[in-house]
């Protein structure tokens, strides 16, 4: 991978192929702790693939460790809110968060102003500020560790793509093709967010590698923040 070069409609798959390994491993333990947590899921992995705004963070260690695993999946804050994960490949690690326009007002995208649950059907009603139309830098409540490689992107939901607010040229500008529901990708260079240009491709691989033990000593508890602060916005 550290040779790897992707371009933005390659990156945009890969962030599909995570949302489907997300929600996948969540409905896996939902039917492995059947019981345990009062939750009956209402949707299947095809449902949730490309939905919400996402990132992700790729971090290298400079031991190899072979083999897979995934951390953050089996609490209670995935349970109720399977929207981060983290997920470790030899001597990668892929930290994946996706939610509701977590990203969207930051990177210049229409976000909601108020949001409201409808007594009599439960569902959610959402009003849209227009968007800033700029990119600000600061995209995350809580930072990431620094060393990795940040990717965002910004995700139009079907339920609302189609008004006013999604018709400025600024979005047009800034979606992989002006006739879906997928933002351009975006990524950190230094302290600032670039776009990646349709003519452009990006190494996920970090310009330098960590020590594995002394990254998941802070790591495990950025994660668990990261999770907990999620399912408040949720709430």
Known sequence: MSEDFLSASEVDLFLDWLDKVRIGLWLGFMYLEKGFYPIVPKFHIKKRIGQKDRSLVVYEFTTPDKGVQFSGVNIPCFAYNPSCFALSINNYLFLNTSHDFLYSRSLGFPYPNKVSIDESSGAYMIELEEGLHKVRNNLSRIPFISGGTEIY?????????????????????????????????????????QKLNEDEEICLSPSSSMDRDQFMKTFTRDLLMRQVNLCIVLK
């Open 153 to 193: 992107q910004p995700l139009i939901q079907e339920e609302v793509k189609n008004v006013d607010e999604y018709k400025h040229e600024y979005i047009q500008n800034n979606t992989l093709n002006s006739n879906s529901n997928r933002g351009s990708i975006f990524f950190r260079d230094y302290k600032s967010i």
